[in-house]
């Protein structure tokens, strides 16, 4: 059973940075794609950010050019690196992965990242 488990979420000013982590369990990073999803209070949960079986990573308009997904099959780890956050980058954060070969979804709980002063 594929569990991933997030974390590095918290409280930051604007301006800050954060990385957020995924770690994955019960599969092998390299036979998913990848993506971090996340969910305002009140709001619909969005894609950030993820991969795709093309290898072309595809980033959310309101995010490009202050977070990078990246991973490390080795560690068997995703991150999201947030920088120059805004307030309205608040919210609760998901990891997502997709297996490549059967399209099986695979959620964590998420982690909450608040922006404010």
């Known amino acids: 059973q594929v569990q991933l488990v997030e974390s590095g979420g918290g409280l930051v000013q604007p301006g800050g940075s954060l990385r957020l982590s995924c770690a994955v369990s019960g599969g092998i990073l390299a036979f998913y794609t990848m993506g971090w999803y996340r969910q305002a209070p009140g709001k619909e949960r969005e894609e950030v950010a993820r991969d795709t079986s093309g290898g072309r990573i595809n980033y959310a308009d309101s995010v490009k050019g202050r977070f990078t997904i990246s991973k490390d099959n080795a560690k068997n780890t995703v991150y999201l690196q947030m920088n120059n956050l805004k307030p309205e980058d608040t919210g609760v954060y998901y990891c997502?992965?997709?297996?490549?070969?059967?399209?099986?979804?695979?959620w964590g709980k998420g982690t909450l990242v608040t922006v404010s002063s």
């Open positions: 997502n992965l997709v297996a490549r070969l059967y399209g099986t979804n695979y």
